[in-house]
């Protein structure tokens, strides 16, 4: 799965090849935040370019749709804040999917609604590596390394998504954050590609967390694009989840996962990167539940190369603990 990578300071292209006004004001409008003169000149600004207008409508539709709006409009104790969302006409057909044209903007109002005016489901307590940087520890994967490590039902789901506790799904997440970054890295085409079930399944889990909806549509609209995800889409969507997953549990996944991968080839430097040591290292104060197969996996990885099977086992044990 390849596509063109952007440079992040280039502006993304609009419908009408202007600039999108800054996603925190209109995530500010959104919100019913702006005072009367502020909120006035917005306005008048979104009704002068298409392009902006486009893509809050496109915001307002991913939020309002899920009832969203409704829990932003509501402060941490409980009482509204006084203040009413700003719509607009152009949003109420109530598309599913994001338009393309403003995508990234788009998806900046919604990760500043979730990780902004909702509050964090858990917030990150420890140095954690994300998804991404879990991925870049491991040696270059081959495509046998990919199937051999994600095709084994490791990342499967296995019973309802909100019967999970949220860890369990937070875990999940994360497995899956890891192998739609391996697929995005591993060159396979889109065509034959496995991320849009990858991303189904991740919005599935977002679904059923509180506030999650808006995240999950996110991803909705990636895997019914028809083309690959560029990395600045795979990282706001990426960070949109950890928000409302939980970074931990989300980060501990991933490194579940890409972990499973480094073992199926044999790749003992992984191991021995800061990214895996910190997760080993912080699963006993993450997870006291998984002390016993951590424990395990300690001496597994003490004895590799001649327990390669033992870090196999282990990593199975940790699984049944953390994601179900």
Excluded: H
């Amino acid at each position: 799965m390849t596509a063109d990578r952007p440079a992040r300071d280039d502006p993304s292209p609009t419908p009408d090849g202007g600039v999108v006004i800054d996603a925190e004001r209109m995530a500010l409008l959104l919100d019913g935040r702006l005072d009367d003169r502020a909120r006035d000149a917005l306005l008048a600004e979104l009704e002068a370019s298409p392009a902006s207008l486009e893509v809050y409508a496109d915001a307002l539709a991913a939020l309002g749709d899920t009832g969203d709006l409704d829990a932003a409009a509501t402060d941490s104790t409980g009482s509204t804040s006084g203040t009413t969302v700003t719509p607009i006409s152009r949003a109420e057909s109530n598309p599913r999917r994001l338009g393309p044209g403003g995508w990234l903007a788009t998806a900046a109002i919604v990760v500043i609604m979730v990780g902004g005016t909702f509050a964090w489901q858990a917030r990150r307590t420890t140095g954690l590596s994300s998804p991404q940087q879990m991925v870049a520890a491991l040696s270059s994967p081959t495509r046998t390394a990919l199937d051999t490590g994600m095709d084994s039902g490791w990342t499967r789901m296995r019973g309802a998504a909100d019967l999970l506790s949220p860890r369990a799904r937070g875990v999940r997440v994360g497995m899956r954050l890891a192998e739609l970054e391996l697929l995005a890295t591993s060159g396979e085409p889109w065509g034959e590609s496995r991320a849009p079930r990858v991303m189904t399944d991740i919005a599935t889990l977002l679904d059923a967390t509180s506030g999650g909806t808006a995240a999950g549509t996110i991803y909705r609209s990636l895997a019914a694009s028809g083309s690959a995800p560029t990395a600045d889409q795979l990282r706001i969507a990426a960070e949109s989840a950890e928000r409302i997953a939980g970074d931990d549990a989300v980060r501990v996944g991933a490194w579940l996962a890409t972990a499973r991968v480094a073992t199926a080839r044999r790749d003992a430097v992984f191991f021995r990167s800061v990214a895996s040591r910190q997760a080993v290292t912080q699963l006993a104060r993450l997870a006291p539940d998984a002390k016993r197969a951590t424990l395990r996996l300690d001496a597994a990885l003490a004895a590799v190369p001649s327990a390669w099977g033992e870090v196999e086992a282990s990593f199975g044990e940790l699984v049944r603990v953390l994601a179900n």
